[in-house]
């Protein structure tokens, strides 16, 4: 064939996967002439140009049309404006209870202990004082809540969340991911709009009322992860996690110092309003998203012809690699017996196809038994428990224990996920380059951002633990230290894709399930360990507990993790089709 149909984008996948044929042990030999120039020409275009980016901005498909801001960015935009308002919605109460509970009608045991184990009251402050110097003084607020039914309130949310993870990556599998998400968000926003009559109402319904809301937030993360499966490329997919992803960062940073900032006022009755204007903002991003977004790109009306190609013929190098290394491993299983012949190649290229199309039963049993995902969920039981632990209740510590005001606790609390965003980017962006250049293999990449995402963090709570009283280092641990939680997105969060593209819905929606378990487990435990008793020892023993989990679940999943796509997601029909190697 003529040297120019490599040519732009579509050359670009191909530079780093393998063709399956011409890569094969021993590769085709009877090849013929024109597939034996194609490879020659494609291996000089990555020889000499190995640096080709795969996003290329400002191409076109003609000399009218712009690609600056392509389908897949929308897309990208939106799901990242998604989570962030969802978080917005989630971590509001964790300021607002701060206002909402009268602390003073609290009943404490031990004051003396108490006097003896606590920070000591910063100085009043002076005229033109430093922000941070103010003591807490906010107005006591009209809920008299101990610890336990703080933690109850606070964890009722993720009693629904729960629930809905694994239903959402499945209904998003065979239904498309658009309306799922949208609708999680939807439901969201309307409890989180109730919430305040519901406080005021009753506490059961209160209850009620957030765990519904996590109901509807919970199909969000696995309808996400199935959409990232159908449209973005494989070379794009860690940066790209991170972006979208980390809208939860942002939404948490917003959120945060703007809660208290309103609880601290009178617009709406304080802390009511920063549950009306979110829930608002959910109701107006959900029209947009409907507009905006859709399923797959054969589905989308305005995407270019340009795009389209390149996205699909991405994905389909991506199962041509895979489908190679079965091969492989089928050719060692069998005593290096002669592959199949290129037709039957083809035929099984096909039939991968068409399989992939089809709407099949889950393999639940393989599924569930496969150690590579028990080891994924292990780990972000321990990233979850500790990650809820500073969500949930560091303000309640920022208050209780280092005597912040309102406004300073919820801007102090959000630095930490400010720069666990900007962390999270670039060690994305990092871990796609090294993969690009063949640094370092997909399964170690997983291990080593995966590692750092655990192990630094809980030393910045181990850290807490030594600094004591001293705001300014407590902030450094946090914000500087744990601000490598962010690298997650590079290390188990995109391993799902990788063991089954087909099925990564439902199992982020099964681990996702299993580690936000954490999010009602960890404030009724801490709210057990406090127990009335408001100590710098109480709090070290949540700290050293979140920081202990965390590590022992990457320890697990750098022992049984995988990067290789797995039997069971091929499918049987696949299976029963395919013809004998030839002996």
Same mark, same amino acid.
């Given at each position: 064939?003529? $040297?120019?149909?490599?040519?732009?984008?579509?050359?670009?996948?191909?530079? %780093?996967?393998?063709?399956?044929?011409?890569?094969?042990?021993?590769?085709?030999?009877?090849?013929?002439?024109?597939?034996?120039?194609?490879?020659?020409?494609?291996?000089?275009? #990555?020889?000499?140009?190995?640096?080709?980016?795969?996003?290329?901005?400002?191409?076109?498909?003609?000399?009218?049309?712009? &690609?600056?801001?392509?389908?897949?960015?929308?897309?990208? @935009?939106?799901?990242?404006?998604?989570?962030?308002?969802?978080?917005?919605?989630?971590?509001?109460?964790?300021?607002?209870?701060?206002?909402?509970?009268?602390?003073?009608?609290?009943?404490?045991?031990?004051?003396?202990?108490?006097?003896?184990?606590?920070?000591?009251? $910063?100085?009043?402050?002076?005229?033109?004082?430093?922000?941070?110097?103010?003591?807490?003084?906010?107005?006591?607020?009209?809920?008299?809540?101990?610890?336990?039914?703080?933690?109850?309130?606070?964890?009722?949310?993720?009693?629904?969340?729960?629930?809905?993870?694994?239903?959402?990556?499945?209904?998003?599998?065979?239904?498309?991911?658009?309306?799922?998400?949208?609708?999680?968000?939807?439901?969201?926003?309307?409890?989180?709009?109730?919430?305040?009559?519901?406080?005021? *109402?009753?506490?059961?319904?209160?209850?009620? /009322?957030?765990?519904?809301?996590?109901?509807?937030?919970?199909?969000?993360?696995?309808?996400?992860?199935?959409?990232?499966?159908?449209?973005? $490329?494989?070379?794009?997919?860690?940066?790209?996690?991170?972006?979208?992803?980390?809208?939860?960062?942002?939404?948490?940073?917003?959120?945060?110092?703007?809660?208290?900032?309103? #609880?601290?006022?009178?617009?709406?009755?304080?802390? $009511?309003?920063?549950?009306?204007?979110?829930?608002?903002?959910?109701?107006?991003?959900?029209? #947009?998203?409907?507009?905006?977004?859709?399923?797959?790109?054969?589905?989308?009306?305005?995407?270019?012809?340009?795009?389209?190609?390149?996205?699909?013929?991405?994905? +389909?190098?991506?199962?041509?690699?895979?489908?190679? +290394? +079965?091969?492989?491993?089928?050719?060692?299983?069998?005593?290096?017996?002669?592959?199949?012949?290129?037709?039957?190649?083809?035929?099984?290229?096909?039939?991968?196809?068409?399989?992939?199309?089809?709407?099949?039963?889950?393999?639940?049993?393989?599924?569930?038994?496969?150690?590579? @995902? *028990?080891?994924?969920?292990?780990?972000?039981?321990?990233?979850? *428990?500790?990650?809820?632990?500073?969500?949930?209740?560091?303000?309640?510590?920022?208050?209780?224990?280092?005597?912040?005001?309102?406004?300073? &606790?919820?801007?102090?609390?959000?630095?930490?996920?400010?720069?666990?965003?900007?962390?999270?980017?670039?060690?994305?962006?990092?871990?796609?380059?090294?993969?690009?250049?063949?640094?370092?293999?997909?399964?170690?990449? %997983?291990?080593?951002?995966?590692?750092?995402?655990? /192990?630094?963090?809980?030393?910045?709570?181990?850290?807490?633990?030594?600094?004591? #009283?001293?705001?300014? *280092?407590?902030?450094?641990?946090?914000?500087?230290?744990?601000?490598?939680?962010?690298?997650?997105?590079?290390?188990?969060?995109?391993?799902?894709?990788?063991?089954?593209?087909?099925?990564?819905?439902?199992? %982020?929606?099964?681990?996702?399930?299993?580690?936000?378990?954490?999010?009602?487990?960890?404030?009724?435990?801490?709210?057990?360990?406090?127990?009335?008793?408001?100590?710098?020892?109480?709090?070290?023993?949540?700290?050293?507990?979140?920081?202990? @989990?965390?590590?022992?679940?990457?320890?697990?999943?750098?022992?049984?993790?995988?990067?290789?796509?797995?039997?069971?997601?091929?499918?049987?029909?696949?299976?029963?089709?395919?013809?004998?190697?030839?002996?």
């Amino acid at each position: 064939m003529p $040297p120019h149909r490599w040519t732009d984008e579509t050359r670009d996948a191909s530079c %780093y996967y393998d063709n399956v044929v011409t890569a094969a042990a021993g590769g085709a030999s009877d090849a013929d002439d024109d597939d034996t120039e194609a490879d020659d020409e494609r291996q000089a275009f #990555c020889d000499a140009d190995g640096d080709r980016p795969l996003i290329r901005a400002g191409q076109t498909d003609n000399n009218n049309e712009n &690609n600056l801001l392509q389908s897949r960015h929308i897309f990208g @935009l939106m799901g990242f404006l998604g989570f962030a308002v969802v978080y917005a919605m989630r971590v509001n109460l964790s300021v607002a209870i701060v206002a909402m509970v009268n602390q003073t009608a609290i009943p404490h045991s031990n004051s003396s202990v108490l006097d003896n184990d606590t920070c000591p009251l $910063p100085p009043a402050p002076r005229p033109n004082g430093s922000f941070w110097q103010s003591v807490s003084t906010p107005a006591e607020g009209e809920f008299v809540w101990d610890e336990a039914t703080q933690g109850l309130v606070l964890g009722s949310f993720f009693y629904g969340y729960v629930l809905t993870q694994v239903p959402g990556g499945r209904m998003a599998e065979l239904v498309g991911g658009k309306r799922i998400y949208g609708y999680g968000v939807l439901i969201t926003a309307i409890f989180t709009l109730l919430t305040p009559l519901a406080a005021h *109402w009753d506490l059961p319904l209160l209850v009620l /009322v957030r765990i519904l809301e996590g109901m509807g937030e919970g199909v969000t993360y696995p309808a996400m992860h199935a959409m990232l499966a159908h449209w973005i $490329p494989p070379l794009e997919r860690n940066k790209f996690a991170a972006v979208v992803y980390a809208g939860s960062n942002i939404g948490t940073v917003i959120s945060m110092p703007l809660t208290g900032w309103l #609880c601290s006022q009178q617009f709406l009755g304080g802390w $009511p309003s920063a549950f009306y204007i979110f829930g608002l903002l959910g109701l107006v991003w959900f029209v #947009c998203w409907m507009y905006l977004v859709y399923d797959k790109p054969s589905e989308h009306p305005r995407i270019s012809r340009k795009e389209r190609a390149y996205i699909e013929r991405s994905l +389909q190098h991506e199962q041509q690699q895979q489908q190679q +290394q +079965q091969l492989q491993q089928q050719q060692l299983h069998h005593h290096h017996q002669q592959l199949l012949d290129e037709d039957v190649l083809d035929d099984e290229h096909e039939e991968t196809a068409a399989v992939a199309s089809e709407v099949d039963a889950i393999p639940w049993r393989s599924l569930l038994g496969s150690v590579p @995902l *028990w080891a994924i969920l292990l780990t972000q039981c321990g990233q979850s *428990w500790a990650f809820y632990t500073q969500l949930t209740e560091l303000p309640t510590y920022m208050s209780n224990i280092l005597h912040f005001d309102i406004q300073s &606790n919820a801007l102090l609390n959000a630095v930490p996920y400010l720069t666990s965003w900007f962390v999270g980017i670039a060690c994305s962006a990092l871990a796609d380059w090294m993969l690009a250049r063949r640094y370092i293999s997909l399964l170690n990449s %997983y291990k080593l951002w995966n590692s750092i995402a655990s /192990v630094v963090p809980s030393l910045g709570l181990i850290g807490i633990i030594y600094v004591g #009283c001293d705001w300014v *280092w407590v902030t450094f641990m946090l914000a500087g230290v744990g601000s490598f939680g962010g690298a997650v997105y590079a290390g188990n969060q995109m391993n799902h894709i990788a063991l089954s593209p087909r099925y990564a819905g439902t199992m %982020y929606g099964i681990t996702n399930s299993a580690a936000n378990i954490c999010g009602f487990l960890a404030p009724y435990v801490i709210g057990l360990i406090i127990n009335h008793r408001e100590t710098l020892t109480q709090w070290h023993i949540v700290f050293w507990l979140a920081a202990g @989990l965390n590590i022992a679940g990457n320890f697990i999943y750098l022992i049984f993790a995988s990067a290789d796509e797995q039997a069971w997601s091929q499918g049987q029909a696949r299976t029963a089709r395919s013809r004998p190697l030839r002996i």
